[in-house]
Structures are given as C-alpha cells and as structure tokens.
C-alpha cells in the first residue's frame, strides 16, 4: 500500500511563497502521473497540478504561472513551489496518484493572509 507525507505548509501574507514537498512509499512512484490537491473549507477538492512519469506539467488555471509542480523519481518525491500567493489559495494541501488515488496522507495546511 501506497502512502504519502505532505510538508511544507504554513502561514504567509498575500504575495509569499511556499514550497510543498511530498514523499511517497512503494516501488511505483516513478511509472505514476502524480498530481497536488488541495481542499478549502466547504470546497470540493481540487487538482492544483499535475506532472506525468516523464515530466509532462499541468495545471488548474487558478494557479497558472505561479506554481509549479516537479518530481525526484530517485527519491519518490513530489514538490509544489506557489509563489504570488493569495488568500484563495488556503487550503490543505495533498499529494497523489493523478489517476486512480488511494491512502491519502494527512495533508499540509496552507493559509494565506491578507
């Protein structure tokens, strides 16, 4: 069974910046498309971004040119550096399969501050 660690979280005022890292367990990392998540108070979870096995990027539009998602396949983790952030960025955030999620971790809170 798959599991993940999500850190880097925490307070920032409007316009900082945080770097999210995640590891994960198990022999598969590196053959998955993983993805961050990230769900807000009374929200639906959504997909932040996205990076397939070879590297290939995605993202939500809301979130555009200001993060970006990279992943160490030697050492199975998973990054989300966010800069210019903004007070709808609050959430905790979580890392996972881009298809076919499973053991979800306990996530890193992220809030922003105006």
């Known amino acids: 069974q798959v599991h993940f660690v999500e850190s880097g979280g925490g307070l920032v005022q409007v316009g900082g910046s945080l770097r999210l890292s995640c590891v994960a367990s198990?022999?598969?990392?590196?053959?998955?498309?993983m993805a961050w998540y990230r769900q807000a108070p009374g929200k639906q979870p959504e997909v932040v971004a996205g990076?397939?096995?070879?590297?290939?990027?995605t993202y939500a539009d809301s979130v555009k040119g200001r993060f970006t998602i990279s992943r160490d396949n030697a050492n199975n983790g998973l990054y989300l550096q966010m800069t210019s952030l903004k007070p709808e960025d609050t959430a905790v955030y979580y890392c996972?399969?881009?298809?076919?999620?499973?053991?979800w971790g306990q996530g890193t809170q992220v809030t922003v501050s105006s």
């Open positions: 990076i397939s096995s070879g590297g290939v990027t």
């Open positions: 198990g022999s598969t990392f590196s053959l998955s498309a």
């Open positions: 996972n399969r881009r298809f076919g999620a499973e053991s």
